[in-house]
T-cell receptor
Framework: DQQVKQNSPSLSVQEGRISILNCDYTNSMFDYFLWYKKYPAEGPTFLISISSIKDKNEDGRFTVFLNKSAKHLSLHIVPSQPGDSAVYFCAAKSNTGNQFYFGTGTSLTVIP | DTEVTQTPKHLVMGMTNKKSLKCEQHMGHRAMYWYKQKAKKPPELMFV???????INESVPSRFSPECPNSSLLNLHLHALQPEDSALYLC????????????????FGPGTRLTVT
């Protein structure tokens, strides 16, 4: 059973606009969330994270929002750049152990 | 140095072979992980080592045997694999697993593409 879900397999955005990637989770014991970016033939690269005690974390062009009541988080990239084109995974960690659970990924294409 | 290296990049092995995947990091991280990723699927956690001790084994078949010889190295020994074990095997490391003192950010290697024939 997939505990972390990314319901949009793909997303296309014009360069300069905002990209919004969404992630939903089912386990209320998750207390730490991360976003990774993956290019073909490479391992995932860490982008940004957020603890469950916060509802927003910002790092440059990347902002992650967490809505605990809705069990939803989103990654905003603004402005989007062609180099942002990659697969984005959200991941979550349970406070009951050291397991990390990944979503299925969203393939972002930023059109020049 | 924020790099996690994995060797080999590609591996083709028969079902009766014994092989090993290797992972190395020199960031002083005390937690290391093995993930398996099939095409168009998310990475699935296999094993977690914390301070060179096995912390988590996510019900992985015994034909996969992890080993952490020291804090910088992580191996995955393979024996009698099945064709369905063909996948990308990713190694990752993080500072550690103690919430108050460690960051959970995982640094991933490029992976080993394994094909079992």
């Amino acid at each position: 059973d997939q505990q972390v879900k990314q319901n949009s397999p793909s997303l296309s955005v014009q360069e300069g606009r905002i990209s919004i990637l969404n992630c939903d989770y089912t386990n209320s014991m998750f207390d730490y969330f991360l976003w990774y970016k993956k290019y073909p033939a490479e391992g995932p690269t860490f982008l940004i994270s957020i603890s469950s005690i916060k509802d927003k974390n910002e790092d440059g062009r990347f902002t992650v929002f967490l809505n605990k009541s809705a069990k939803h988080l989103s990654l905003h990239i603004v402005p989007s750049q062609p180099g942002d084109s990659a697969v984005y995974f959200c991941a979550a960690k349970s406070n009951t152990g050291n397991q990390f659970y990944f979503g299925t990924g969203t393939s972002l294409t930023v059109i020049p | 140095d924020t790099e996690v290296t994995q060797t080999p990049k590609h591996l083709v092995m028969g079902m009766t072979n014994k092989k090993s995947l290797k992972c190395e990091q020199h960031m002083g991280h005390r937690a290391m992980y093995w993930y398996k990723q099939k095409a168009k699927k998310p990475p699935e956690l296999m094993f977690v080592y914390s301070y060179e001790k096995l912390s988590i084994n996510e019900s992985v078949p015994s034909r996969f045997s992890p080993e952490c010889p020291n804090s910088s190295l992580l191996n995955l020994h393979l024996h009698a694999l099945q064709p369905e074990d063909s996948a990308l095997y990713l190694c990752a490391s993080s500072q550690g697993l103690l919430r108050r003192t460690h960051s959970y950010e995982q640094y991933f290697g490029p992976g080993t593409r394994l094909t079992v024939t």
